[in-house]
């Protein structure tokens, strides 16, 4: 484990502006793809469910693999080890990302997190805005945990039901 308190490394912010549809599964392959960008986590070929610019490829199967992997991949697992709410370091973004040895501020930065059983080392930090986890997390998850209840399953089969019947093709 790494505190650094007040020290005098540089900033060093690195990452660029991204553009995120406005799709709860978007939303949510978003946030994993910034949660992979922390930390060194490749596995199951994670690197399809974080693609986010091809949202529209993903089956309803894969949609709900998204889910349940950002469920286990939660804030909870990384507030406050690699994941910051802190306005002041977000620089007027809604994230930003930073090496971990250039930090500057009382930050504790853990070395590595336990995900599923396996120690995964922490390659850098993430500041986020409250809203931004809002926007990226909390918001699409609750819409898609709504998606794949009992009650959601069945309006979305009444909704192809009915889309099936007005497209007839002859």
């Given at each position: 484990m790494a505190y650094f308190q007040n020290t005098d490394y540089d900033f060093k912010k690195f990452g660029q502006s991204a553009t995120?549809?406005?799709?709860?599964?978007?939303?949510v392959m978003y946030y994993l793809d910034c949660v992979c960008t922390v930390i060194d986590y490749n596995d199951n070929d994670i690197r399809r469910y974080r693609n986010y610019s091809n949202w529209m490829n993903?089956?309803?199967?894969?949609?709900?693999?998204?889910?349940f992997l950002a469920l286990a991949l939660s804030p909870?697992?990384?507030?406050?080890?690699?994941?910051?709410?802190?306005?002041?370091?977000?620089q007027g973004s809604g994230n930003q990302f930073y090496e971990i040895g250039q930090v500057k501020n009382q930050l504790l930065v853990v070395q590595s997190v336990l995900i599923g059983?396996?120690?995964?080392?922490?390659?850098r930090i993430m500041?986020?805005?409250?809203?931004?986890?809002?926007?990226?997390y909390y918001q699409p998850m609750q819409a898609l945990a709504y998606r794949f209840s009992?009650?959601?399953?069945?309006?979305?089969?009444?909704?192809?039901?009915?889309?099936?019947q007005?497209?007839?093709i002859s």
């Amino acid at each position: 484990m790494a505190y650094f308190q007040n020290t005098d490394y540089d900033f060093k912010k690195f990452g660029q502006s991204a553009t995120i549809p406005d799709a709860d599964i978007a939303k949510v392959m978003y946030y994993l793809d910034c949660v992979c960008t922390v930390i060194d986590y490749n596995d199951n070929d994670i690197r399809r469910y974080r693609n986010y610019s091809n949202w529209m490829n993903m089956t309803d199967e894969e949609d709900r693999l998204i889910f349940f992997l950002a469920l286990a991949l939660s804030p909870d697992e990384f507030d406050d080890r690699v994941f910051f709410n802190n306005v002041r370091l977000c620089q007027g973004s809604g994230n930003q990302f930073y090496e971990i040895g250039q930090v500057k501020n009382q930050l504790l930065v853990v070395q590595s997190v336990l995900i599923g059983g396996r120690s995964r080392q922490v390659k850098r930090i993430m500041a986020y805005t409250s809203g931004w986890m809002q926007r990226n997390y909390y918001q699409p998850m609750q819409a898609l945990a709504y998606r794949f209840s009992p009650q959601g399953q069945r309006e979305e089969a009444v909704r192809r039901a009915v889309i099936s019947q007005s497209c007839t093709i002859s």
